[in-house]
């Protein structure tokens, strides 16, 4: 986005706004971390503003800055359509379609018409904001949020509890700073957080340390599942219905799980299949080092997407199906798979 589309979102904000901002569903550190730091960055510029999510975050977040202001729109369908619908601005961050709110909040998108203001960081953004803000090279909307308000001459604003969010967001999408999209400039700006007030020591153990023994008996139980397909330089692992019933699983207990898969030698290509009766469908997570594009892979044949090395996506079929197909279509991209191993 080129300077003059800052300097009129800079006039737009001059003079209070009725603002929202709003998520993607099953929000993650980044997608709650960048909404309550441009929430509190906003009011601050004595916005009215609100935050409404889809649904809401596991445990390990509930402490962020204003997590308890947020609106969670499938607990406040009502009041969550008549925030929306006075708006002036929405904020949509840490994603760039509709449908990923969900059916019932998309809905509600589709049918408003304030000013759209796009903050992400995905590939292939659709087309409904006034000002879409995205650069799928950075590695999280929060770092995105930084060199938001860095651009709108407003970096002193940044408080502890600012700071904070985007730390959370930053230490989160990057894997706490292992994954290639961690540059020297994240580095930069996650330094200057430390300094505006952010405790990195606290906010790894508040997110990191707070295993239950339930949750480490999934993970055993994801070990035991993992399977290996040599072949294709791929890893995936199955989580039934039943299973998660069993270890009392909880939102957010299954984050991290494919990285396992991810980190054996000679293994370029992970997928965790998790099976969700509530909503039948498989949901799926796929990961990748090197070239290979899960983001294409999900799109392709998961309806899904998301960056090059982390993508999503979903089947409407059993899990016994769902893996079926995936090892079905495998080999399809035996050389692509190989190539990108061998580079
Ligand atoms: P995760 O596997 O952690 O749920 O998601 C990895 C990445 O893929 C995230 O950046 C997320 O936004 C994106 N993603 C996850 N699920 C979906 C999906 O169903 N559709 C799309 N387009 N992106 C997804
Ligand atoms: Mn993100």
Not at 198 to 211: E, F, G, R
Not at 273 to 279: A, M, V
């Amino acid at each position: 986005m080129n300077l003059e589309n800052f300097q009129n979102i800079k006039q737009l904000l001059s003079e209070p706004k009725k603002i929202v901002i709003v998520t993607h569903r099953n929000p993650d550190g980044d997608a709650y971390g960048s909404s309550l730091a441009l929430y509190h960055y906003l009011l601050k510029l004595n916005h009215q503003v609100t935050v409404v999510s889809p649904n809401d975050c596991p445990d390990f977040l509930k402490w962020l800055p204003s997590r308890d202001e947020i609106v969670i729109y499938e607990k406040e369908e009502d009041k969550g359509i008549k925030i929306l619908e006075a708006a002036d601005i929405v904020f949509t961050l840490d994603f760039n379609a509709f449908h990923r709110t969900g059916v019932k909040m998309q809905k509600t998108l589709e049918q408003i018409n304030p000013i759209f203001i796009m903050i992400d960081h995905h590939q292939q953004p659709d087309d409904f904001a006034k000002f879409t803000y995205v650069d799928s090279e950075v590695c999280s909307t929060c770092q995105m949020i930084y060199q938001f308000i860095e651009k709108l001459e407003h970096i002193d604003f940044i408080d502890k509890n600012i700071a904070t969010c985007i730390y959370t967001g930053i230490l989160t999408d990057t894997g706490s700073f292992r994954f290639p999209s961690t540059t020297s400039l994240t580095h930069k700006i996650v330094a200057d957080l430390l300094e505006k007030g952010a405790d990195n020591s606290l906010i790894y153990n508040q997110i990191h340390d707070v295993n239950t023994y339930d949750r480490l008996q999934l993970l055993g139980r994801s070990l035991k599942n993992m399977k290996v397909e040599n072949k294709f330089y791929t890893a995936y692992i199955t989580l039934s219905q039943s299973e998660l019933t069993r270890f009392n699983f909880k939102k957010g207990d299954t984050e991290g799980f494919v990285n396992y898969a991810l980190s054996l030698k000679n293994v370029i290509f992970a997928a965790i299949f998790i099976e969700d009766r509530q909503q039948k469908i498989i949901k799926i997570s796929f990961r990748s080092v090197g070239d290979f594009s899960v983001n294409d892979f999900a799109r392709n044949h998961f309806n899904g997407g998301g960056h090059t090395n982390a993508a999503g996506g979903r089947s409407d079929e059993s899990l016994n199906n769902t893996v079926s197909n995936f090892l079905n279509i495998l080999p399809f991209y035996q050389k692509e798979l190989k190539q990108s191993y061998e580079k």
